[in-house]
Structures are given as C-alpha cells and as structure tokens.
C-alpha cells in the first residue's frame, strides 16, 4: 500500500469532525484567544498588546506584562480533562465519544538497536499533523481563560484597563502564546502563580518558567527583579517579539528593519552559489522574498530608507549581482513592478503593497467586526461616539505609533491621496450611522428640507429623451422609499465584487495600472504558461530591447570593450535586439533550420519525437497544461545565440554556431511535443483497452499467469492504438513472436527521412 494512504480512513474521519467543530469555536472559545478560530486573526493580538502598553506608559500605570512558555504543549495534554472541558462547553456525549475514539486509536512503536518493538497504545498528548489537533488544544487552553476570568470576577487579580469605557485586558492568547497584563502588585504575581499551578495539575500544561519572562510597564526595576525571582523566571525588557513582530518598538526608526534585511540576506547566500537563470530568479522573488515581510507590513508602516535598502537588494538579485559586485539594471524599477500583461514581471512595489495590507484594518472597522481588538481601539479612541470615520479623524495627540499609520495612509503624497476615503461608500439602512452634514455620499445627492429629504439628481451629461422619461420614473421610485427601521447603516468598498475590502483591489486602485488591450495581448503570449521561465524571460528582453547587445552597451559607457559596436556575427550592421532576431545571416540559418524541422514535424505523427529531457519543460502529464493553447514557436527566441557569440568578443575568430542550432533544433522537438501531448491530453482515453493494458504493465511478465491476469497477446498494439508514445514503443532484442510488422510503411520511411534531415543539418 503506497504510504499517503496509511491511515486514510482516520483523516477523512478527523477532517469531518474538524470542519465541524471549527465552526462553533467562536461561540464556547474567549475572545483572548486569537488562533484558529474564523474571523480573528493573528495580528489582533499584537495590536491589543501594543494599545495596552502604551496605555500604561502614556498614563504612567504601574503594570507589569508576564510572557509565558509552554513545555511541550501538544504532548502533555490529558485525555480525560479534554473530555472534562468538552462536557461543560455542552457537547453530548455522542461527539464525546467520538473525538475519545480518535484520540484512542493511536499507537506507537520505539527502535531499539535500529529495530521497531510492539506497539502498544498512548494514554496523552495530540497528534501533530492532525487536523483535529489545533482546536481541541484550544479548547484545553480554554481553562486557563475560564480560571482567569473567575479571579477578576471575585476581584483576585487586576488587569490594565484601557481607554474611557475602561476595558480591562487580562491576557491575550494565540494557541500555547501566552500573555499576562496586570497591575504592579504582589498579589497579582501571587495569582497567577496559583493560577497556573492549579490548570498544570490537571490539564497536564506545564509551564518552562526558565524559558519565561517577567517585564515592567512603569515599574521599578527593583520591584520587577524581585517578582521575577519569586516566579523562577527571567526578567525582561521592552521591546521584546510576540509572535515574531516587535512590540512597543519605534518601527520609525531603521535598526528594527534589520532582522528583516537579514533575512533577505541569508536567502540570498544560499542562492546565489547556483547559477539561476532570470526566469527562476524572478520566481524566487514572486513566490518566496515577496512573502517574507508580510507579517510585518500588516501592523506596521515600513520607512522609506528600508524600502530602498529592500528594492537595492532585490535589483541586485534579479540581474545577478553578488554583494558588493554590481551588473547593469537592464529594465527600470517600476517597470519590473508592473503586472506581467502590461510588460512588467509582476514583482510586488512594496510601497503600495504596504498600504493596501495596512488598509484592511480600515476595512474591518467599516464591517463592524467584533472582537476585544474593535472594544480597545473603540474605548480609546471614539471621542463621544460616532462611527468609524470619526475614529481615524481622532485622537492625533493621544495615539499609539500604530494607530498614527493607520490614519496616516489616506494621506499619502501625489495622486493617491484620499485612496480610502473615495473607495468606501455608504449604503443606508436606519441611518443611525449616517451625518448628512458630513457624508459625502448624502449631501450630493439631495439635503433635508423641513424634516424631510429632497433628492437632487445630476447626471454626468445631459439626457436624451427617452433618457428623461426614464429618469423621471427612476425619480418617483426613489421619493417613495422610506429608510429602514432594524436595517444597519453598511459601507462598502466600491472596487471589489463582493464589496468587501481586498488587498488585491486596494493594490490595483494604488498602482492604476494603464488599460492597453494591444500590449496586453502581445505580453501575455511571451509569458504563455507552456514555454519555460526562461525562454519567456528572454524573450521579454527581446520586446523591450533590454538584451545586453553592442548597441545597448555602448549606451552605458562601455564603447572601450565593445569598439565600434558592429555585429560580431555579420560584421556589417550595428549589433542590437533587432538586428540579432531578424537581420543576421547566421542566425537565419538557424531559423531556417528551425522551419525546415517544423515543416517535418507536420508529416509526422507525435511518437517521432522522444520524450523531453529538458526538466525546465515540467511534467508534459500536467492536466492544466491542457487548458492552455499551444505556443508560438516563432516567438521563442534562441538565447543560446547569444551564448554562441559572447565567448568571441574580442577574438577575430568566427563563431560556430553548430551547437547552438542543434540544441534549438532539439528544443523546438520537445517543445513541439509537449505542445502535442497538452492537446492530446483534451481527449477523453479509451478506458476499456487502457484498462487492460494498465493491469498488464504493472505485472511483471513471468508473474502474468500465475495470479490469473488475462495477457493480451499483443500488448504493443494495443498501445499503439492509444496514441501513448510510452507504452507502444519497445527496445531493440525485446519484440516478440507475436508483433506485428507496422501497418504503414510509408510512415516509417517519412520518419527516417526526417532523422537523416535533422542530423544532417
């Protein structure tokens, strides 16, 4: 049995009661918890602990912050506390039973000299991998919360209040993260060592308190020293990370950007030993540097001196510079940040990228989403009430570092400027939510006029006639709708379908990319998804004459090297992107080498050509290869032309370029059959005979009759028959007394011909 399917009937078992479970955890979970549950998110956490310090510090309360480490949390937990957690959380005893009978099928063997023992059952812990696993621990990690609240309830243990409604934060959790706030007083210490001795003993959750760490807000750093040896843990100092972000650090200043460039830097150093084309280097930046300071550009606004310090990095990446050796920008910067249709390569501008992450917390204020992130914001920030709009006008002297960006990025500089404040608008209900003194959305369009409103209609032009009688109607079926008792104010961000805000809608509205039908039509066949990363980037060089040609160099300062920038091939014309892929004798050779080769490939069946041993070609099985159409085998360029050529600048030898045109030639035959196959690949196979030959060749031959196995007494024909070049060709020595001669010998001699063609050419 192949290994992914050991155990198969387990996860499609724990996956049903996962999906399930998941989605009541919002109603039995605590709203400090932030991990794993549908509408929190990570970075409410982080924000909750950089309000609430700074509350402290701004109003000099004397608190204290109590970071906390779990020992192997997943392995210490007990079964018969989790089904205890269970039962007061008011599931039946059905589903009792059966998240018992998951946990309970488990068992482990141990090497002993490099060999397994017996199995024998486990009695604790989760499974890791389990898709069960993170929301039961959560539901564990509940009794801490239930033992926290219970002391505040009976006043045993002050928390940090935050804000005019003076919303009180205990403890904030993320999974086994843990996070205590509180007064400054010996009895909350006191506590919370209670506290956590009480939920160790029988929930199994042992806390490492070497690995913990005590922290001061306002406090003498006496007292704290003292209270740290009374809990066993280390005494800490802000700013310190909470689930890798830095808390209660001034993101301002460049030094904290450091870990991040590092980390681009240690990337880097493993990648820069390989020699990486462009195409592949373009898709370590999409896919892997792009998505490494996204965390950060949630909560906070990157400085422009970092965002430099990356772009540097990331240019000096993209054309193969290492360290302190530098190569030529071939393509500008904002041209490599546009979308790939509009002749860009797709790579992100972190700048925007930024403020459309940072944005969502604007959307998520206009949604009304709960949760204790939206009460502290709320209690410290809505001076009198008011909806959300009025929230980021406010509270410009008493804000935290973090809500100043969050009101600072409709305000940024040139044509952007008020980007969310037009993007959102709003749909009336009751209009509780609504000043028609201030909303944009309500006095253009009509005002109040003796307690009731007048709408004043205007168009953008002015009306045809049949356009006036429908306006008239439009005007009589709005004077009589009447705002809606019970239905909530909504806003909604006007550049995306669902009218929700998105990043990647934001991303757009900020770059306003030019709309051009012809570019992006011509640009998305160089970046066809069948030819390889690195064809298509040569490719796109080619269309913007970016290439390093004579031409191009002699631009840059470089006419010492290059001389007088004739073509080292035909040494008559001027040596550009041009010339080299339309103009040069050698390389029409090549091409027409090229057309000769394609003009025998028509008269050929698929199985002429082997299968592709290029691997940058990718699987030619893909099934979303299929849904692709075939390329343009004239518009991809050879960039072993240029290889050909670069040895020879500066010798007066000519160039051979033999090698180069046998290896495009071969190229464009397993191009051409990958392209066959995708198209092959559309039709539906035959699976009766497939069926048959399936079985066949998954037998070993000698073992055929023995099991009962049917074999087909011309297993090669019937392959053939299926068009599968795999299955119907056979090595020389192996054809057996049943094959049959080829049913067309015509076309095997047109085959030949065409071996002898290419060879000789």
């Known amino acids: ?48 602990a950089n309000e609430v310090i700074d509350e402290a510090k701004r109003k000099k309360k004397r608190s204290f912050l109590f970071k906390v480490d779990f020992e192997k949390a997943y392995d210490k937990v007990i079964w018969d506390f989790l089904d205890y957690m269970l039962m007061r959380m008011g599931f039946c005893s059905t589903w009792r039973g059966w998240i018992l009978e998951c946990l309970q099928s488990s068992m482990v063997s141990v090497l002993v000299n490099g060999s397994p023992s017996r199995q024998f059952p486990v009695s604790k812990g989760l499974r890791q991998g389990d898709p069960l696993s993170p929301f039961l621990f ?111 650090g001034n993101h301002k200043r460049i030094s904290m950007w450091q870990p991040l460039l590092d980390s681009f830097k240690k990337k880097l150093t493993r990648w820069k030993g390989r020699q990486l084309s462009l195409g592949v280097r373009i898709t370590l930046i999409n896919s892997v540097l792009t998505s490494l300071p996204v965390f950060l550009m949630s909560v906070y606004l990157i400085p422009k001196g970092t965002l430099k310090d990356i772009d540097r990095i990331w ?17 500008n910067w904002k041209k490599v940040c546009m979308p790939k249709d509009y002749g860009g390569l797709g790579v992100r501008d972190l700048g925007y990228f930024n403020l459309s992450l940072m944005g969502k917390w604007w959307g998520r204020l206009a949604i009304k989403e709960e949760g204790l992130w939206r009460r502290v914001i709320a209690s410290k920030y809505s001076e009198g009430g008011g909806h959300w709009k009025d929230w980021v006008r406010n509270g410009a002297g008493v804000s935290s570092l973090w809500w100043r960006d969050v009101r600072g990025i409709n305000k940024v500089e040139g044509e952007n400027s008020g980007w969310l404040t037009e993007g959102f608008r709003l749909k009336i209900g009751e209009g ?130 290059m001389g007088d920038g004739k073509c080292n091939l035909c040494q008559e014309e001027e040596e550009d992107a041009t010339h080299l892929a339309r103009k040069t004798e050698q390389p029409n050779k090549a091409r027409s080498q090229r057309n000769r080769a394609r003009k025998t490939e ?54 051979d370029l033999g090698s180069a045109t046998q290896h495009w030639v071969g190229f464009l035959a397993e191009l051409v059959w990958v392209s066959r196959r995708t198209k092959m690949n559309k039709q539906r196979p035959d699976l009766g005979d497939g069926r048959q030959i399936w079985e066949f060749q998954c037998v070993a031959r000698e073992q055929a009759g023995s099991i009962g196995l049917e074999q087909p007494e011309n297993p090669a024909a019937q392959a053939a028959k299926l068009g599968s070049p795999r299955l119907s060709s056979t090595k020389k020595g ?28």
């Open 1 to 48: 049995m192949p290994i992914s399917l050991i155990g198969v009937m387990y996860k499609i078992i724990a996956k049903l009661l996962a999906n399930r479970l998941r989605k009541v955890l919002d109603k039995v979970i605590g709203e400090q918890q932030m991990a794993f549950i549908e509408g929190r998110q990570l970075v409410d956490g982080v924000v909750i």
């Open 138 to 248: 959560l539901i564990v990690v509940e009794g801490l919360n239930g033992l926290m609240s219970s002391a505040v309830e009976k006043e045993l243990y002050k928390g940090v209040t935050v804000g005019k409604d003076a919303v009180m934060v205990t403890h904030l959790q993320f999974a086994d993260d843990t996070i205590f706030f509180g007064e400054a007083i010996e009895d909350n210490i006191m506590m919370i060592k209670s506290i956590m001795r009480t939920f160790e003993l029988p929930f199994g959750l042992k806390i490492n308190f070497q690995k913990s760490q005590l922290m001061g807000i306002s406090a003498e750093d006496g007292w704290v020293s003292k209270m740290a040896y009374r809990l066993c843990c280390k005494k800490g100092i802000l700013p310190f990370k909470y689930l890798g972000i830095p808390i209660e």
């Open 315 to 331: 240019k000096s990446f993209l054309w193969g510079g290492e360290g302190e050796r530098k190569k030529i920008n071939w393509v």
């Open 432 to 561: 509780k939510d609504v000043s028609f003194g201030k909303e944009k959305e309500c006095y253009q369009m009509g005002s109040m006029c003796n307690g009731t409103w007048k709408w004043n209609l205007t168009w953008r032009r002015k009306l045809l006639e049949r356009e006036e009688e429908a306006a008239t109607e439009l005007s009589k079926l709005i004077e009589g709708v009447k705002i809606s008792p019970g239905q909530l104010d909504e806003w909604e961000w006007k550049h995306s379908k669902d009218s929700h805000y998105s990043t990647t809608s934001a991303y757009s509205l900020l770059t306003k990319v030019p709309r051009c039908s012809n570019q992006e039509r011509v640009f998305r066949r160089v970046w066809n998804p069948i030819l390889p990363n690195k064809i298509s980037a040569f490719n796109w060089q080619l269309l913007l004459n970016r290439l390093p040609t004579k031409s191009n160099l002699l631009k840059r300062g470089l006419g010492s090297i």
């Open 602 to 655: 028509r008269n050929l069946k698929p199985t002429f050509f082997e299968e592709p041993k290029n691997p940058e070609l990718g699987s030619s099985r893909n099934p979303e290869l299929g849904s692709s159409r075939n390329p343009d085998l004239g518009s991809s360029r050879n960039p072993d032309l240029g290889s050909s050529r670069n040895p020879d600048l500066g010798s007066s030898r000519n160039p």
């Open 734 to 761: 192996d054809a057996g007394e049943n094959d049959q001669k080829p049913k067309n010998p015509d076309l095997e001699r047109k085959k030949k011909r065409g071996r002898e063609e290419i060879e000789k050419e």
